[in-house]
């Protein structure tokens, strides 16, 4: 997703086109703290977009979902909850609940709040799990875990209202090049994904919510 932007680089799995209408979405993914280039206003994500439309056509319509280190927001370098949406192809959107949009529900879960503890390299693994799933009458709602619901988006902010087409999981880095060459922000771990578990950040446990209500696992 968000292809469009030079600056923003990113490593993805979508769902096939074997299952056309989404009504859900659920994978499981470690949390890290990745490194940040000292005075770039860049950022670090891993995340789910749920989305039908297309950027090119100008109809473009996601909810996301995921972690990120964006210190230019929090102020800090730590891993934080967040969602957002669009419903224009990002000429606006809103992240967690700083405008209307996605309604809260739970008062035990803080969207924009730290994650803790994160994944060590080598050593133990922090993941979060990740639940979306379309009510036909209310909207779109997400859990972490197994019954902690968090909260919806709206069924009319969006084209979303029906199905998605498509879900995607991945990484995501700002990369504003600001001193001619590649950052050193760093995506997931920091490290690629030949050096294996506990050393790279994954996503795993994919599936997707089809048109009879059942899930279905994305191979790869």
Known sequence: MR????KLNYAIVSSTNSTPEIYGTKAIVNVWAPAIEEG???????????????????DLNTIEIGWQ???????????????????????TGCYNVCCPGFIQTSGDIVIGGPISPVSSLGGS????????????????WLSLGFNNIVGYWPSEISTLADHANYAQWGGEILNT????????????????????FRRSSYFRNLEVVD????LQSIPI
Request: aromatic share 14%; proline share 3%.
């Open 3 to 6: 292809y469009f932007c030079k």
């Open 69 to 91: 280190v964006l210190p230019t927001v929090y102020r800090d370098n730590r891993p934080r909850l967040f969602v957002f949406w669009t419903g224009n192809a990002y000429k």
């Open 177 to 196: 090049q600001r001193l001619g060459r590649h950052t050193t922000t760093q995506m997931g771990s920091g490290h690629f994904p030949d050096e294996g």
């Open 125 to 140: 693994q922090s993941e979060i799990t990740v639940n979306v799933w379309k009510d036909r009458k209310s909207g779109w």
């Open 40 to 58: 770039a206003k860049e950022m670090s994500v891993a995340q789910i977009w749920i989305a039908s439309g297309d950027y090119k056509s100008d």
């Open 211 to 214: 048109n009879n209500n059942q």
